[in-house]
């Protein structure tokens, strides 16, 4: 919102310290964001007369033009524009000046001839946008002064200001002024008085059709108007505050509601149908020409003016319509000014798309009574250049039972100090409030509130503590430290997410974040399946698919780094995936994805089998059970009881050449709400052998149907607790083994605690474990 | 006997002294005292003498033998020893700068790092960390923190609305705000917690904002909590966080779920202000929506970017680069 200086000067005598006015501002809850200084002079620019002007014989598109600033000393300039006669008064900028868009005036010389400043357009003094010629000024300014000072122009400052959606009514001068004038100690001028009103009875009628809708709607007629230019001052700050101005009548309607918030609308009274209003609800499918000139189609929420013979002439509290718009010709206007139910004027405006002043006002809740003071200042403004204006008898105030009563809130002392953590009394409170509108009643101890009719955000009493605070000032209520009676840290899940990352980082993997949206073509090209829950309203159209697994996001990484010459690229990620569900929420849980490219599937089982030693995790892993989107050879599922935990081995090389990855791709993903959950056992002391160990290297010739990791568990059963360590050292495939076959060779550490073990001992172990694997189709080579 | 004792020692210690390396040195005692050795040779001669005087004498002179020419052995072996290895040391020098092998550490998220430190700090301020779905109930998100449908501070919020449920009723949730009220129905009071977590907004992405980004939200709810205890926390933790020149303040403001509301910058020990996030005592109608009874417990909340912490402590001039997965950014931290 843009307040402008001036207009907040007219209702609250404060000075010119722009910066502590904006401090003060921002300290009762209006941040200033920004201080513009809009118009007024450009240093350096002075008044001088075009004495006379010369055309040089190598120069078409500049001419010389010799002027005098009041000195007597004739100065030459070069010109671009052709628009000045001898005698004609001028703004030079004089060499040094720098202009509003930033340009520095040089003696820069043409041919040689140096120019001692340059004549200026409107434009180039932020005068307007005209940039048709040189600014020629009135032919009596005297010469050689500042041009801005000749002129009188002024300049405006302007505080931008973020309103708080719980105070309607600093969108308006006034708002912001009460809050000022509370803090200065001084009070908002008075409201002007209405004229009197002048016979004949002009009377505009009302007919309130849905009342609920509009509780509140006042008609006047003015009379004598005639349309033409607004005063200067009225057009500036119009131009200040971010508005054109247009004519006087739609100026002061303009000016009025930016000081006082009131929005108005004024209607040529004799093109108001029947010489009246009727407020109704729209019926579906009915249209009107708004005044941007264009059609709009109504639904049965929107409220509309009509006239008397019940023609839309506006929608309410939005937008007005082209067929009663003031024109050069308008001798009346009918002046409507009303309050409207602020939530059904929201839904119409986001059901339009139409935001205007007037309804920005009027969806955020008006002054109930904001209008006596509004129209009063309409007439008064509207006088300056309608001194024949008449205020006709015949106003009407029309209101229907709805319009809102504000309320009375008690307010206990004892909780205004047991929230702020600093005693109030009631008088202190009542201090406080008072100059802001609030009406207080002394009742014990505590306070009855009588809320003003322009805070319609004051609902309850801590609504009112707030106002108390905000207005003896956040800075003056001291800093405590609550002593915290639970202790900190984090909850187990929680230490267990962090060593797992920990162990990742370890282990080398970079920790990537993608996005959490997909489009259906991503799904399908890492060969998951299409089922996700979707957004209703994607930023990027096909973006909407709530992912249902890390890999996506993933491979795309991998793919982006691919493509930038970075190749074995090892990411992962820990975020949230969200299935489809028909429970009230998504089935929503975390999960660990990691993706390593330049690797394959038991590059992912020793990942798997790290992070499981390291969080104290076991699964079993079922190569039968192919997951989605992996190497039908290479992969296999991670499950825990019943439930599937994760995926393991290598993405499906159709995958990674749907996301042109040329690498192999090892894959680990992994339910991390599953398996962080419980707080595994911590690990059990297994005492260190003192006596040496023996080395048993065996090596095996085993079926492809039979895993390595039943093997392992065969030797591991049969030598009991005298096997220490059990490593796969080489797997060999081809020459010199049967068709469907791999030799598996191990290396076994065999230690006892009691004894130094003999070479009968390990022969034994030997026999054993031969014997044992045997079952299984295992042959011991050698 | 006397006179070959003193020779082969004599013999023994000049040899020693001509010695060139710890090889001669190894030979010459074996040629002296190993089996055939000379001084062995005379230690088993000293039997053959006639007089238990001259096998004193003798057997003294021996063993001063002995004494001498192993002491200089071991002496003269140590000499070259040493000098052996030092050439030897000599010859494995290496140029330390010439690394061919990187070592492959991981690098954790900028913001995850910002999120961890941002935690600690409030653990150390005696918090709890609490955590919800991403995906979240419309009255979670909005209702139960005082926004009821049609409230005017929606649309302050650029809401995802996910296709789940009755229409409306699933959104992304726009805030970590929800998981107070989570909170609240769970943990009875005294709650001192801190909610980090991803958010999303509807809104197009720039240099300083993000659709999806992450933000972290605390929650004090005890007996007899004040605005001063909120200012004094915020004060608290800036101290802790930024560091001991940096102060802050709190400004009014607006937030629906708190009241009185307040915005809270902090202050650069050169003197800048900076905004940094939005605080303010939880809101009666909040608390009874948790489950908790305004009358006879009061809390303030307060919350702010994560992503942004990131990107100031790296001195990163647009955010939508962390999020780009470039090796060559993650890489960086």
């Known amino acids: ?782 | 006997m006397i006179d070959q004792i003193l020779a082969a020692r004599e013999s023994a210690l000049t040899r020693l002294a001509a010695a060139t390396g710890s090889d001669d040195v190894r030979a010459l005692e074996l040629e002296v005292l190993g089996k055939k050795g000379s001084l062995t040779d005379l230690k088993a001669g000293l039997g053959r003498l006639a007089t238990t005087e001259e096998k004193k004498d003798a057997g003294r002179a021996l063993n001063e033998a002995t004494t001498a020419v192993s002491g200089a052995l071991a002496a003269r072996l140590g000499e070259f020893r040493r000098a052996e290895r030092a050439v030897q040391l000599e010859i494995e020098r290496l140029d330390l700068t010439e690394v061919v092998r990187k070592p492959s550490r991981g690098h954790a998220h900028p913001v995850t790092q910002a999120w961890q430190r941002l935690e600690d700090v409030f653990i150390g301020l005696g918090f709890q960390v609490a955590e919800g779905p991403e995906v979240e109930t419309d009255w979670y998100n909005f209702e139960a923190l005082n926004m009821p449908a049609n409230h005017p501070a929606r649309s302050m919020h650029d809401t995802f609305y996910v296709d789940h449920g009755v229409p409306g009723s699933t959104v992304l949730r726009t805030h970590t705000s929800p998981v107070q009220i989570r909170v609240m129905q769970t943990i009875p009071p005294p709650i001192y917690m801190v909610m980090p977590g991803r958010v999303f907004r509807n809104e197009t992405t720039d240099a300083t904002h993000l659709a999806v980004f992450h933000q972290i939200e605390g929650l004090v709810i005890d007996r007899g909590i004040t605005l001063a205890d909120l200012a004094g926390t915020i004060e608290s933790f800036t101290k802790a966080f930024f560091g001991d020149g940096f102060t802050s303040r709190l400004r009014p403001s607006y937030f629906p779920f708190t009241e009185p509301s307040a915005e809270f910058d902090i202050r650069t020990p050169k003197g800048d202000w900076l905004e940094l996030g939005g605080c303010g005592m939880v809101h009666p109608n909040v608390l009874r929506a948790g489950g908790i009874d305004p009358e006879e417990f009061s809390g303030f909340a307060f919350g702010f970017g994560i992503d942004r912490m990131a990107k100031e402590r790296h001195s990163i001039n647009d955010v939508r680069e962390m999020y780009t997965n470039d090796i060559r950014f993650l890489e960086q931290f």
């Open chain 1, 1 to 782: 919102m843009r307040i402008v200086h001036s207009m907040l000067k007219d209702l609250v005598a404060i000075g010119d310290d722009f910066d502590a006015i904006a401090d003060i501002i921002t300290n009762v809850g209006l941040a200033v964001e920004d201080i513009h200084h809009v118009g007024g002079t450009v240093a350096g620019v002075i008044t001088a007369k075009v004495l006379r002007t010369e055309r040089h014989a190598d120069a078409a598109k500049v001419h010389r033009v010799f002027v005098d600033a009041g000195d007597g000393v004739e100065r030459h300039v070069w010109c671009g524009a052709f628009n000045m006669q001898p005698g004609d008064i001028i703004p030079l900028a004089t060499p040094g000046t720098v202009m509003p868009d930033g340009r520095a005036i040089e003696p820069k010389p043409i041919l040689g001839i140096s120019s001692d400043g340059m004549l200026c357009s409107a434009r180039e003094l932020d005068m307007g946008d005209d940039h048709s010629g040189i600014l020629i000024l009135p032919v009596d300014t005297p010469l050689g002064v500042p041009y801005g000072e000749a002129l009188g122009l002024e300049k405006e400052v302007v505080y931008d200001i973020d309103v708080l959606r719980n105070r309607p009514d600093a969108y308006g001068h006034l708002g912001v002024a009460r809050d000022v004038a509370a803090k200065f100690g001084i009070s908002v001028t008075p409201a002007p008085v209405l004229p009197a009103a002048q016979a004949p009875v002009r009377s505009a009628t009302v007919e309130l059709v849905d009342g609920d809708r509009c509780p509140r709607f006042t008609s006047i007629v003015l009379s004598g108007v005639k349309v033409g230019p607004s005063p200067d001052w009225i057009a500036r700050r119009l131009t200040a505050s971010g508005m054109r101005p247009i004519n006087n009548v739609v100026d002061v309607s303009n000016y009025v509601m930016l000081e006082t918030n009131q929005p108005n609308h004024a209607y040529d009274f004799d093109t108001l149908g029947g010489g009246g209003f009727r407020v109704r609800l729209a019926r579906d499918g009915e249209t009107m020409i708004t005044l941007d000139d264009s059609e709009r189609t109504l639904t049965a929420d929107d409220l509309l003016i009509c006239d008397a013979t019940d023609r839309p002439i506006g929608i309410a509290a939005i937008m007005g319509g082209q067929n009663t718009e003031i024109s050069d010709t308008t001798t009346a206007i009918a002046l409507e000014t009303a309050w409207f139910e602020p939530a059904a004027i929201m839904r119409s405006v986001v059901r339009m798309g139409l935001r205007t002043e007037a309804s920005a006002r009027f969806e955020r809740g008006m002054d109930t009574h904001g209008i006596e003071r509004s129209t009063a200042r309409f007439v008064e403004l509207l006088r300056l250049t309608c001194p024949d204006l008449v205020v006709n008898e015949g106003a009407v105030d029309a209101r229907a039972p709805q319009l809102p009563v504000p309320p009375v809130l008690r307010v206990r002392s004892a909780r205004v100090g047991a929230l702020l953590g600093t005693p109030f009394s009631a008088e202190q409170i009542r201090t406080l409030i008072e100059p802001i509108g609030f009406v207080c009643t002394t009742v014990g101890d505590d306070l009855d509130v009588l809320v003003p009719t322009w805070r319609p955000d004051c609902t309850g009493e801590v609504d009112i503590i707030e106002e108390v605070a905000r207005l003896h000032g956040y800075d003056l209520l001291g800093k405590t430290v609550p002593k915290s009676t639970v202790p900190g840290g984090l909850s187990g899940v929680q230490q267990r997410r962090r060593r797992l990352r920990d162990v990742l980082l370890g282990l080398g993997l970079t920790e990537a974040m993608p996005h959490p949206f997909l489009t259906a073509g991503e799904l399908e090209k890492a060969g998951l399946p299409a089922e996700s829950v979707r957004l209703v309203n994607p930023l990027v159209v096909g973006d909407d698919m709530l992912r249902t697994s890390l890999r996506p996001g993933l491979l795309k990484a991998i793919a982006f780094n691919e493509s930038h010459r970075r190749s074995g690229v090892a990411l992962f990620e820990i975020g949230h995936v969200y299935p489809p569900s028909t429970d009230v929420l998504p089935a929503e849980y975390e999960a660990l994805g990691i993706v390593i490219a330049g690797a394959d599937a038991p590059a992912a089982v020793a990942v798997w089998r790290e992070l499981a030693a390291a969080m104290g995790w076991g699964a079993r892993l079922d190569q039968s059970n192919v997951p989605a989107g992996l190497h039908p050879a290479r992969s296999a599922t991670l499950s825990l009881g019943k439930d599937t935990i994760g995926a393991v081995g290598e993405v499906h090389p159709d995958a990674a050449e749907a996301f042109d990855v040329t690498e192999r791709l090892a894959v680990l993903e992994l339910n991390l709400s599953v398996l962080l959950a419980n707080e595994p056992k911590p690990a059990a002391w297994k005492p260190t052998s003192r006596f040496p160990s023996s080395d048993l290297d065996l090596a095996f010739v085993l079926p492809d149907s039979v895993t390595a990791e039943k093997l392992d568990k065969a030797i591991r059963q049969a030598t009991g607790n005298l096997l220490v360590d059990l490593t796969l050292f080489d797997v060999y495939r081809g020459t010199g083994l049967p068709e469907g076959t791999r030799s598996l060779a191990y290396r076994l550490r065999l230690q006892s605690l009691e004894r130094t073990l003999t070479d009968d001992d390990v022969a034994a172990v030997r026999a054993k474990v031969e014997a044992a694997t045997k079952k299984m189709g295992a042959v011991l080579r050698g």
